[in-house]
């Protein structure tokens, strides 16, 4: 088995499903002690079951500050430091203007912008030197798309954290960067859509992909191991992985 990462203590929030699971499992899989978090038990419970020993998961919300001392809390009884925090959990809409509530602006910056914010806060203390945080934006950032203009706005705002987190924490020696994921097969769609509105949304998304298909988590999971860990002269920069959407 690969023990690239053996003995390294990471944090992922929004680890249970999707690409932050893919993360924790290729972490976990080489040799790494994973804390993951999510807002739902029974799918924390079935990934941690697939994860295995060197992994312990922390339900709560990320938009709670007291849900985020609670991780803080638990992240030093279970592993002391850390050396990499994946700021992944986030929550997406496909709302028109004139229809988004300001119930659910607030919601979406709550968790994707204050969340994130906040995680990186309340960890920061237990970060050790060199450790590398993982910020997840989103090729709508760059891209103006249709009826994402609250969520896309969110993750532009985690771009510009990934460089002043990154300034601020640089003299401890931790960087701070960003992957920005373009159209990623994780199997959320369906749960703000209808079957047949998930397959109109994915075919437009293929057919104007320069690559003519949809990404994995996995691909996403390496890009941000890699900044993580391996990309020790990197710092408040953004890594895309998006099959040239954003870039061609």
């Known amino acids: 088995m690969n023990?690239?990462?053996?003995?390294?203590?990471?944090v992922i929030t929004g680890g249970s499903s999707g690409i932050g699971f893919a993360a924790a499992e290729l972490l976990?899989?080489?040799?790494?002690?994973v804390v993951i978090t999510g807002r739902s038990r029974e799918t924390l419970d079935a990934a941690t079951e697939r994860l295995g020993d060197n992994a312990f998961a922390v339900r709560g919300d990320v938009a709670?500050?007291?849900?985020?001392d609670s991780l803080a809390a638990s992240v030093r009884d279970h592993l002391g430091t850390v050396d990499a925090l994946f700021v992944n959990a986030g929550i997406a809409s496909a709302t028109p203007l004139e229809s988004v509530t300001e119930k659910e602006y607030d919601e979406s910056f709550a968790v994707n912008v204050k969340g994130a914010?906040?995680?990186?806060?309340?960890i920061a203390p237990l970060l050790s030197p060199g450790a590398g945080v993982v910020?997840?934006?989103?090729?709508?950032?760059?891209?103006g798309m249709a009826e994402t203009s609250v969520y896309a706005a969110g993750?532009?705002?985690?771009?510009?954290?990934?460089?002043?987190?990154?300034?601020?924490?640089?003299?401890?020696?931790?960087?701070?960067n960003a992957v920005s994921p373009g159209p990623i097969d994780?199997?959320?769609?369906?749960?703000?859509?209808?079957?047949?509105?998930?397959?109109?949304f994915m075919a437009e998304r293929v057919a104007e992909n320069p690559m003519q298909r949809f990404?994995?988590?996995?691909?996403?999971?390496?890009a941000m191991v890699f900044l993580a860990f391996d990309a020790t002269y990197t710092a408040g920069a953004e890594f895309v992985v998006d099959g040239g959407m954003t870039q061609l």
């Open 3 to 10: 023990d690239n990462y053996r003995g390294k203590n990471v």
């Open 28 to 33: 976990v899989n080489a040799g790494a002690r």
């Open 64 to 68: 709670s500050l007291i849900d985020l």
């Open 117 to 122: 914010f906040f995680t990186v806060q309340k």
């Open 135 to 143: 910020l997840t934006t989103s090729a709508v950032n760059v891209v």
């Open 155 to 176: 993750k532009a705002a985690l771009r510009s954290l990934a460089r002043s987190l990154s300034r601020e924490l640089l003299p401890r020696g931790i960087r701070v």
């Open 186 to 200: 994780t199997g959320i769609l369906g749960n703000t859509m209808s079957e047949e509105e998930v397959e109109q």
């Open 215 to 222: 990404g994995n988590p996995d691909e996403v999971a390496k």
